[in-house]
Structures are given as C-alpha cells and as structure tokens.
C-alpha cells in the first residue's frame, strides 16, 4: 500500500499568518493516464471530511482561494495564504492513484 | 442539495455482524464510484471499500477482505456495507462518502460502530 506521511502533525498558527502542511507519498502518485490524485480533506471539530483539493491543485466549488495546493510525484504542500479562524481542524492528504486509497496521519491546525 | 445518510450502526459482540445503509439524494447517484471510510475513535481516515457505478466492480483494504460486502442499488439511491465477523478494532464512526478523482466529493455525517462484550 502507498503510505502517506505528513508534517508537521500539529501546527499552531497565528491568525492571519500563512500555513503549510507537507505529504509525502511512498511511491510517485502519477497515474498512467497523465494525472496526479492526490487530495486534501479538512475535518472541523465535531464534523465530517470536507475535501478541499483535488488532483493536486484543484480547489472544491466553494473552497476559499486562500486554499492551495502544490507538488507532484512524492511531494505536496497544502498552504493557507492567511489562516482564519474557521480553519482550524485536523487536514488529511489522500491518494486516490493506488487501491487502497490512503490517507495521511492528520496535521492538527490550532489557533496560537 | 446532495445529502448522503447513513443508518444502522450501533453495538454489537465480537463475531457479530452489521449492515449499514446509506440513503443519497440531490445528485446522480448511479454515476459515481462509492467509498465507505472509518474512524477510529480519536483515530484517523481509513477507505475500506469502494464499488464501481454500475455495482460490476468492488475493492477492499486487507484488512476487511472476505469480512465486509459493499453493494448498492441504484434503483433505490442507497449503497450498502455488510459487516460479519466483527472485531474490536473495527469500532469507528463510517462514513459514506463519493471520492470521484475529478471534482465533487460528498459525505455522509457518519454512523457509529461499536464492538464489544
């Protein structure tokens, strides 16, 4: 199975700061058809999974564009440009390139 | 709006079985792939099974297989997981949840699942 390993797991922000979350993948996420699936969820205290970004870089309809995501092959980032209060929560990198799909550990977004 | 609703969790002994249901409503059902995800308590994400549009096609993590049958029924909107030999580690909130590699992922709110003596 492709292991997804994220950093860091808890990540204290100051309101209005930037932030960025790390995964790393075991194996190249590129897929024989040309794309990359690798996604990113949000889960807010109490709810359930939001996903944020797909294939890389593609935010959700309604997803804030303070919201990106890059990388490719192994190695993503997902940033906030200038975190809010309502972005706290635990954030989940997924590939969606090999079954099982896997997710990463979990990267705790807490208000300083 | 699309909603996606699970039911049918609760406790049950080791060795015992469950079925999940989850009804959706508000897009194509019949159109998307289906997952159901877990939680373990405190815990993170698990995808345990996935089950093609048409039901022809299913997958499941190791750790599930010749346990847990996913299947739906497209005529009726609603996506189904079949739980036996259930064990304590298996305890988590599941979700139903479309995870399509374009755009547009939904969730269910989730359904509890207990294991225990």
């Known amino acids: 199975d492709v292991v997804m390993t994220q950093s860091p797991l808890s990540l204290p922000v100051t309101l209005g700061q930037p932030a960025s979350i790390s995964c790393r993948s075991s194996?190249?996420?590129?897929?024989?058809?040309?794309?990359?699936?690798l996604n990113w969820f949000q889960q807010r205290p109490g709810q359930s999974p939001r996903r944020l970004i797909y294939?890389?870089?593609n935010r959700e309809s309604g997803v804030p564009d303070r919201f990106s995501g890059s990388g490719s092959g192994t190695d993503f980032t997902l940033k906030i440009s200038r975190v809010e209060a309502e972005d706290v929560g635990v954030y989940y990198c997924?590939?969606?390139?090999?079954?099982?799909?896997?997710f990463g550990q979990g990267t705790k977004v807490e208000v300083k | 709006e699309v909603q996606l609703v699970e039911s049918g969790g609760g406790l049950v002994q080791p060795g015992g079985s469950l079925r999940l249901s989850c009804a959706a409503s508000?897009?194509?059902?019949?159109?998307?792939?289906m997952h159901w995800v877990r939680q373990a308590p405190g815990k993170g994400l698990e995808c345990v099974a996935a089950?093609?549009?048409?039901?022809?096609?299913?997958s499941y993590v190791d750790s599930v297989k010749g346990r847990f049958t996913i299947s739906r029924d497209n005529a009726k909107n609603s996506l189904y997981l079949q739980m036996d030999s259930l064990r304590a580690e298996d305890t988590a909130v599941f979700y139903c949840?479309?995870?399509?590699?374009?755009?547009?992922?939904?969730w269910g709110q989730g359904t509890l699942v207990t294991v225990s003596s």
């Open positions: 194996q190249s996420l590129a897929h024989s058809d040309g794309n990359t699936y």
């Open positions: 949840a479309s995870l399509p590699r374009g755009s547009g992922s939904y």
């Open positions: 508000g897009f194509t059902f019949s159109n998307f792939w």
């Open positions: 089950i093609k549009e048409d039901g022809s096609q299913t």
């Open positions: 294939k890389v870089s």
């Open positions: 997924m590939q969606g390139t090999r079954w099982p799909w896997t």
